[in-house]
């Protein structure tokens, strides 16, 4: 799988990435009507931005059959990474603690999330 480590996808671009991530792999029409649900948007516009998105390396289209197939070429780790470097960066100073705060203080949080998050902490325990 190829990656493309230098473009940043739009926000419009990270919504049909959503999708496909979800899917593995999907047809216009499938990311179309997923969209739809949530979103006023056109047929039209979705095939044409996963067109732009193949010219950019962020999708892969599979031509073999009749309907066209349309993949990932960037992970959604890789994505999230990205996305979030760039915020502790920008937004909170470099500062991992910092970043987790605000993203914390921003959410009323399950208990289930609280387990899973707690859980993650007490793997770095160890470390220090």
Do not use: C
């Not at 203080?105 to 007490?122: A, F, M, P, T």
């Amino acid at each position: 799988m190829k990656e493309n480590r230098t473009y940043q996808p739009t926000d419009s671009e990270l919504d049909i990435l959503q999708v496909i991530w979800e899917k593995g792999r999907a047809t216009v029409r499938q990311v179309h009507e997923a969209l739809a649900a949530a979103k006023d948007i056109r047929y039209t516009t979705t095939l044409k931005t996963m067109q732009i998105m193949t010219d950019k390396g962020l999708l892969e289209r599979d031509t073999t059959s009749r309907k066209h197939i349309y993949s990932p070429l960037v992970s959604r780790e890789e994505t999230q990474q990205h996305f979030l470097g760039k915020i502790k960066k920008g937004l909170f100073s470099g500062s991992a603690s910092r970043l987790v705060i605000g993203a914390l203080d921003n959410e009323e949080l399950s208990g289930e999330e609280l387990r899973e998050i707690h859980q993650y902490l007490e793997q770095f325990k160890g470390r220090e």
